[in-house]
């Protein structure tokens, strides 16, 4: 049996886990592109950004000039030097309807399958607000490459969210039964020596689960 007391020592590299990044929920968006897609974050009370659209406005002028200003207003030189270049991508390229596709792989989620992120996403974690699901399994796939380069990989490894956290959406016996089935297959195919850390958010914030085969 394996034990580690911090994901530091975890994955043998320094991980910018932020504290009071909570959510209160978790969503999927229901126009998902099929049943491997999360495409949508929850919604996160009075901790998110204001969205462009949502008070009432005059004209398409007024939308461009308030988006123009938060983007304007942003301090580049007050964040993490690893985190500039995100930003720097997300407020020079991206528009509202923009997103990025980033594949995440079988050995996390047991299916092959698209995490999207859109500028809200991104905003709200280079200012460590509330994080998505999205974000969590963007994060894990970058912890899943940096324990095989630091050679952890027959060690652990780290599980989707989806497969554990109730999704709003689908509450329903049969949905809850599929995801259990789906964690269940998972682990049965999995190598019996590693330990599965799987992101785990119950409505109020993240915790991350530990399970031993």
């Known amino acids: 049996m394996y034990e580690a007391t911090t994901m530091k020592e975890a994955v043998n590299g320094f ?11 978790i969503s999927m968006n229901k126009a998902s592109r099929g049943p491997n897609h999360v495409l949508d974050q929850a919604a996160d009370g009075n ?9 009432p ?10 988006a ?8 580049f030189n007050k ?5 500039r270049p995100l930003a720097y991508y997300a407020f020079s390229s991206m528009r509202e309807d923009n997103q990025i596709e980033i594949p995440i792989p079988y050995t996390i989620s047991g299916a092959n399958m698209l995490a999207f992120l859109n500028f809200d996403d991104i905003y709200e974690f280079i200012n460590f607000q509330g994080i998505s699901v999205n974000c969590i399994l963007v ?7 940096l324990r095989v380069v630091n050679r952890r990989a027959e060690k652990f490894v780290f599980v989707s969210p989806t ?14 039964r599929e995801r259990a089935d789906a964690l269940v297959v998972f682990l049965h195919n999995a190598p019996k020596r590693q330990l ?18």
Do not use: C
């Open 15 to 25: 991980v910018a886990w932020p504290k009071i990044s909570i959510e209160l929920d």
């Open 47 to 55: 901790k998110r950004p204001k969205k462009l659209g949502k008070k």
């Open 57 to 66: 406005i005059n004209s398409q002028t007024e939308v461009q000039q308030d």
């Open 68 to 75: 123009k200003q938060q983007r304007l207003s942003f301090d």
């Open 79 to 83: 964040m993490n030097m690893e985190l």
């Open 139 to 145: 994060y894990l796939r970058y912890l899943t490459e």
């Open 163 to 176: 497969l554990i956290s109730p999704v709003r959406t689908d509450t329903s016996v049969a949905g809850l």
């Open 196 to 213: 599965y850390l799987v992101p785990h958010n119950g409505g109020r914030h993240w915790v991350l689960g530990v399970i031993g085969p």
